[in-house]
């Protein structure tokens, strides 16, 4: 066992690239709840833009059009989810399952020529003076752009929603379709601009995956990290900066457990590997048994199908 | 303009024509996606769906495959369709499938080499109790702390892969295996397997637990009270709890009866057609039955015709992808949008589509 080999300020770095995706992930996910939509097809848009933002990035050799290509996918398949559940009024809880288990196939029919493929590099931004801070430097100002488009979205998502008027009548979309559809609000178009939000997010998320924090194809190789994204959305009680919160948490698990099962930690290789997942079923424990607080702040009407009856 | 009117109940028509239409629209996309694949769609359609049961070359070998591949899907998605109804979702059965399997087949090898007939029940009542101890968990977190089971028992999906990864390479690693990660093979330990009941069928006991499951389901939710008591709950939540439903109890009840029938279907597996422990050992059933239970609109009857189309689907995949090298994957994506255009059909059966302006009253 050698613990020596772990280094405080490249382990926080490493967390910063882990929890991105999920990061991603869960900000999107966040305002589609928030507009009242739940779609538990996570999983299935950011494996989708995995191997779309993969594709793109391998046949044109560069790494920023893949990730608008995975936005475009993730997009595009959320958007299969949107009409599913806003015009043809289709069970969310069932769309969402099917968004993942054809996400997940339909990911490794397009990934089969890509496995064994080796990504164009995504360039570390170079932020000069910053970058060459000691320690600081090297744990915050050493990522490339993507890790810091996902703190500017979060930062830019809570401001949304807490001081626009746009975030407002998002919020009311998602807490009383009816009053909100009474007051002339298209709830319909609403909430499909939020599910391709979150569609595009989590296709980015799924992308930073396959370019950058592994970085290569394998089938389902988001391995959970969608569902774990909407267990944070959760954990945050859907407040913009919590999910931030939570997916460092879970960034910082992660990269732990590795650092552990390379280190030799005297535990089962297999318990490490199990522990994100426990930790996240744990922290749902947790703010779940807080009762008045999880009622408190989801949005009331989560999950409810709407039919503009008049 | 095309407008939908709720009907005021769902039309009973529909609601059976509905997935004959999106198994139609499904191939018709399939056909498409398996053109864009650069493969002749009306092939693949036929090799997946006809070939397998009636090409005189295949149909020897892929019919008792039809059972063999129906039988866990059956009875995994009879479970899960309890728990659909009642509004409980458990979609972590391919952990509960895991981990029936690991159980039952734990009993036989730490007993091994017993030869007694009361082995493969002993397997079976502990291939049940894995699936509903693994299931308890966001049952009892869900009763206990209203902690959200769909979460809970999809995150242990990742959980007992891991276990299952670790029983195979390490407790359960056949001693005689010569350093191969897996189970010694349960069908060469008689009195722990599960063999094909009569010759060319493919009916074993997990077939005949799955015909058990559609009869039991089907009395339950017609005949009595605790059936009364789920559909209620699905329906209208509010009007259950006023009737004096335990929603608790139910939350139980649904998720460990899930538990247990995806833990014997695990077993049944372990012990027959799959053989031994290994890390490969779980083939996604728990998910395809989601599929299965939704397209046998969540009624035992149209489950295990369900179930025997998924089969096929599953059969006619593998065949496609011999001869015509159609990519596994795309019969998983084929799956998936079966789903899909199951969902959006079902509009049909709650709403009225009326063409035209409306009329002003």
Known sequence: MDFGAINPVVLFASLMVASTPILLAAIGELVVEKSGVLNLGVEGMMITGAICGFAIAV??????????????????????????????????????????????????LIGQGYVGTKPPATDRLNLGVLSDIPILGRMLFSHDLIVYLSLALVATVWAFLRFTRAGLILRAVGENHDAAHALGYKVVRIRLAAIAFGGACAGLGGAYLSLVRVPQWTEGMTSGAGWIALAIVVFASWRAGRVLLGAYLFGGVAVLQLNLQAAGLAVPVELLSASPYLVTILVLVIMSADRGRAALNAPASLGRVFHAST | MIRLEKRPQPSRAWTVAAPLLAVALTMVAGGLMFALLGKNPVDAIRTIFWDPLFNQQFASYSRPQLLVKAGPLILIAIGLSLGFRAGIWNIGA??????????????????????????????????????????????????????????????????????????????????????????????????????????????????????????????????????????????????????????????????????????????????????????????????TAIIVAFLGRLHPVGILLAGLLMALTYIGGELAQFMLGIPAAAIQAFQGMLLFFLLGVDVLSNYNIRLGRREIA
């Open chain 1, 59 to 108: 046949e044109t050799g560069s790494p920023t059009l893949g990730f608008i290509a995975a936005m475009a996918g993730g997009a595009a398949l959320s958007l299969v989810f949107g009409f599913l559940t806003q015009v043809l009024m289709s069970n969310q809880v069932a769309t969402g399952l099917a968004l993942t288990l054809f996400g997940l196939g339909f990911s490794a």
């Open chain 2, 94 to 287: 391919e952990g509960q499938y895991i981990m029936g399997a690991l159980a039952g087949a734990g009993v036989a090898l730490a007993l091994y080499p017993l030869d007694t007939w009361i082995l493969f029940p002993l397997m079976v009542l502990a291939g049940a109790l894995g699936g509903w101890a693994w299931a308890m968990i966001p049952a009892l977190l869900k009763t206990r702390f209203r902690t959200n089971e769909i979460l809970v028992s999809l995150l242990l999906v990742y959980v007992a892969q891991q276990v299952l990864a670790s029983m195979s390479l390490g407790l359960m690693r056949n001693p005689e295996g010569g350093g191969f990660p897996g189970s010694r093979n349960l069908q060469q330990y008689p009195a722990a397997a599960n063999p094909e009941l009569f010759e060319g069928t493919g009916m074993h006991w997990g077939v005949v637990a799955a015909f058990i499951a559609v009869i039991a389901a089907y009395v339950l939710l017609n005949r009595h009270m605790l059936g009364f008591q789920i559909r209620l709950t699905g329906q209208s939540p509010r009007a259950a709890r006023f009737a004096g439903v335990d929603t608790n109890a139910l939350v139980l009840f649904c998720l460990g009866t899930s538990g247990a029938l995806a833990g014997l279907a695990g077993l049944f597996e372990v012990s027959g057609p799959a053989g031994q422990v290994n890390i490969d050992f779980n083939v996604g059933y728990g998910f």
